[in-house]
């Protein structure tokens, strides 16, 4: 594992930990009674962490992904929710750093890496998951400058915190029949319902957009008309799966220490409930599990910072660090009894937040459905990272390169 990190690596670690510590477990009973903490995510933001895969060239940190999934890990060792808003709003960059001309770069990733915006990426519905072709949501083409949109969107990470919003919709036949568009938070025609309480992940916002004929310019475009496909498939592969990954580790590791904690501490027999063989072969389990996904993890993130080609390590890493964190809690939940049913317990937290992982950027089965098309053939999908490769070209990340944590704001 340590070939992944540099000291600097290291330190901004600590410095996330630190501030999770301080500014984000204190908020975890308000989050928990499904109050979408918009000052939290505002402070996130705040500390630069939202531009950490941002070039510096447009005022983002320039770190790369092992140092995006350091973030996002150490977040969400404290609160899933809390690493949920980072990744969705890293996320919500992907689409300007692979598509954005120029002159959207300069206009957008400056304000996203210092915190004032919180972009998001709107492509999902309610009758087309994982089948991005099947979405209803329309653009239509009213001047050469100017486009109508109009559909709903759902499970839009930071829907009622973010933009501008990332919406890919069907602006003509086929799959290239989609096009992506950045929607401004402001933008006439454009709803957002009242967020409704979610299964897990309390404090994060991921809900719905509604766009009643909202006009955008054609400026506001992302990539060439009929893109929106790439748009869509680029970001979830090369952001998305691993981003959920990092919030899988957090939960596993916590998980694994909240459990070890309860053995070592709960007594049966005149001994620690740890003495007890059966419960023993279950904590191994459980750290055999976290050793895997941290390396698989890690590995995947480290290539993207190489800029090698890696769309299996990351579908691989998605699919198998949300299903491990899954079952580590599962068995933590069994070992804590009855009293790990108790609300606000934090394996009971725990439980609920590893089920809200395994959908979003894919479902197990496009995961390892993907993953069989590319041993058994003929593949047919491009390699994301083989065409948006993001190697730290500017050299390694070093403690130079990381902003102090900047306080809360006003």
Avoid at 69 to 88: C, F, Y
Avoid at 360 to 384: F, K, N
Wanted: aromatic share 4%; glycine share 12%.
């Amino acid at each position: 594992m340590t070939d992944f990190f540099t000291d600097a690596h290291d330190r901004l670690r600590a410095q996330v930990a630190g501030f999770a510590a301080a500014e984000v477990a204190p908020r975890i009973d308000r989050m928990e009674q499904m109050k979408v903490d918009g000052g939290l995510a505002r402070l996130i933001a705040a500390q630069g962490w939202i531009g950490v895969t941002i070039p510096r060239e447009y005022a983002g940190m320039g770190a790369g992904h092992v140092a995006k999934t350091v973030v996002i890990e150490e977040l969400s060792r404290v609160s899933a929710a809390a690493g949920a808003i980072a990744q969705a709003s890293q996320l919500g960059a992907a689409k300007l750093l692979h598509f954005g001309t120029d002159e959207q770069k300069q206009e957008w990733l400056p304000r996203i890496a210092d915190g004032s915006l919180l972009p998001t990426i709107a492509v999902t519905e309610h009758g087309s998951g994982s089948h991005v072709l099947g979405m209803k949501s329309t653009g239509e083409q009213v001047s050469a400058k100017e486009w109508r949109l109009t559909g709903r969107k759902a499970w839009i990470g930071n829907s009622h915190l973010g933009g501008p919003h990332g919406v890919v919709v069907r602006t003509g036949p086929g799959s290239r029949g989609l096009t992506a568009f950045l929607v401004e938070g402001d933008r006439p025609g454009l709803r957002i319902p009242p967020h409704e309480p979610r299964l897990g992940l309390h404090g994060f916002a991921f809900g719905e957009l509604h766009l009643d004929g909202v006009r955008i310019p054609d400026a506001n475009r992302i990539g060439e008309i009929g893109d929106g496909l790439d748009v869509a498939y680029s970001s979830s592969v090369l952001y998305g799966r691993p981003n959920l990954t990092a919030v899988a580790l957090g939960i596993l590791r916590t998980a694994v220490d909240h459990t070890a904690a309860h053995v070592l501490g709960r007594r049966r027999y005149d001994g620690p409930l740890a003495d007890l063989p059966t419960i023993r072969e279950r904590i191994g389990r459980m750290e055999a599990h976290l050793r895997t996904s941290r390396v698989t993890a890690y590995q995947a993130a480290a290539s993207l910072d190489r800029g090698l080609p890696c769309d299996p390590d990351l579908m691989n890493a998605k699919h198998g660090t949300t299903n491990a964190a899954m079952d580590s809690v599962r068995e933590g939940l069994e070992i804590h009894g009855a009293a790990g049913l108790v609300a606000g317990q934090p394996i009971e937290r725990l439980y609920r937040d590893a089920a809200c992982l395994r959908a979003p950027a894919g479902t197990d089965a496009v995961q390892l459905h993907r993953l069989a098309s590319r041993t058994l053939g003929p593949h047919h999908h491009p390699e994301w990272s083989a065409r948006f490769p993001t190697p730290l070209t500017s050299g390694p990340y070093h403690p130079a390169h990381t902003r102090p944590a900047a306080p809360a704001p006003a």
